[in-house]
């Protein structure tokens, strides 16, 4: 059973970055694509960034294009996004998922963490 566990978050000021990582135990990270999603207090859930099995393919939504940074480093079994220059809209718990369709619908993943908040405030 792959089960994923997302850190890295917490309070930062607007402009300021975070590193969130996504590591998996038992089962290798390998086989899947990982995206980044978040959801905000009254809003859906959306997709951020993705990055396919082998890293050569990665996606990121509109808003985050500039700002965050998608990686993985297999042999640590670990995906990281690098936030920079966060805004207040940013704010939100943000989840990694484990999928086979490189894609940014949260439909097409089958296997969640359990969130890590993010807050961007002054």
């Known amino acids: 059973q792959l089960q994923l566990v997302e850190s890295g978050g917490g309070l930062v000021q607007p402009g300021g970055s975070l590193r969130l990582s996504c590591a998996a135990s038992?089962?290798?990270?390998?086989?899947?694509?990982i995206g980044w999603f978040r959801q905000a207090p009254g809003k859906e859930r959306e997709g951020v960034s993705y990055i396919s099995r082998s890293g050569g393919s990665t996606n990121y939504a509109d808003s985050v294009k500039g700002r965050f940074t998608i990686s993985r480093d297999n042999a640590k079994n670990t995906v990281y996004l690098q936030m920079n220059s966060l805004k207040p809209e940013d704010t939100g718990v943000y989840y990694c998922?484990?999928?086979?369709?490189?894609?940014?619908?949260?439909?097409?993943?089958?296997?969640w963490g359990q969130g890590t908040q993010v807050i961007v405030s002054s």
């Open positions: 998922a484990a999928g086979v369709i490189p894609t940014l619908n949260d439909r097409r993943y089958d296997h």
């Open positions: 038992e089962v290798t990270l390998d086989y899947y694509t």
